[in-house]
């Protein structure tokens, strides 16, 4: 079946403006997470969703970050007034169970530069 | 950041030839997983350990855990041009149970045909 997907692939934000990305998990999944990843780094967690329910926003790094799952399907990072400090590549996973302690299948990541 | 450690960061190797990667970590955990990233590429799930797991196989790959010394390892046994990459290992800490991945570093594999 298919895979997590992401869009876009690559975007390019002039500073201060305001970007959306777009995660599509896996069908019937129900955790969501998504992860920033900086050049030559391991990624970091930003935040996590059962369901619709966002459960850990713990790693978002400022409140310029929001991310919502309405309908517990589909999910939205939004990223207002960006800064260069915000170029990087969001990851998003999915699993299908709730919690931990199950494989967390990733898409292709969004490659955000900030100019 | 909570990052665990990876080493070596950089790992070159002829073709056929085994590559070892050694991941320690600072919590508790669930369970442990290794992951590969190609160039510009998303992560690929590689294996799965659980903590009260002490070695797992799959294919080429094998993984040990010494929940004792926060460590694993992954080995990779004959080695392949494809294998070319970036690992990471990813811990799920037992506190919380919201399933978050704490990533290490990575270490970069360069497989010379």
């Known amino acids: 079946g298919a895979g997590v997907s992401q869009s876009p692939r690559y975007k390019v934000a002039k500073r201060g403006q305001d970007v959306a990305l777009r995660c599509d998990p896996i069908?019937?999944?129900?955790?969501l997470f998504w992860y920033q990843q900086a050049l030559g780094q391991g990624p970091e967690f930003l935040t996590y969703f059962q369901n619709e329910a966002q459960l850990d926003k713990s790693g978002l790094p400022s409140d310029r970050f929001f991310a919502e799952r309405p309908e517990g399907s589909v999910s939205t990072l939004k990223i207002q007034r960006t800064q260069q400090e915000d170029s990087a590549v969001y990851l998003c996973?999915?699993?299908?169970?709730?919690?931990?302690?199950?494989?967390?299948?990733f898409g292709p990541g969004t490659r955000l530069t900030v100019l | 950041s909570q990052q665990g450690e990876e080493d070596p960061q950089a790992l070159s190797i002829q073709e056929g030839e085994n590559a070892t990667m050694n991941c320690s970590y600072k919590?508790?955990?669930?369970?442990l997983q290794w992951y590969r990233q190609n160039s510009g590429r998303g992560l690929v799930h590689l294996i799965l350990i659980r903590s009260n797991e002490r070695e797992k196989h799959s294919g080429r790959l094998r993984v040990t855990l010494d929940t004792s010394k926060k460590s694993s390892s992954l080995l990779i046994t004959a080695s392949r041009a494809a294998d070319t990459a970036s690992y990471f290992c990813?811990?799920?800490?037992?506190?919380?149970?919201?399933?978050?991945?704490?990533f290490g570093q990575g270490t970069t594999l360069q497989v010379k045909p």
């Open positions: 990813a811990t799920d800490a037992i506190s919380g149970n919201t399933g978050k991945l704490i």
């Open positions: 919590t508790s955990i669930n369970n």
């Open positions: 996973a999915s699993s299908v169970e709730r919690g931990g302690s199950s494989t967390q299948y």
């Open positions: 069908s019937g999944h129900v955790s």
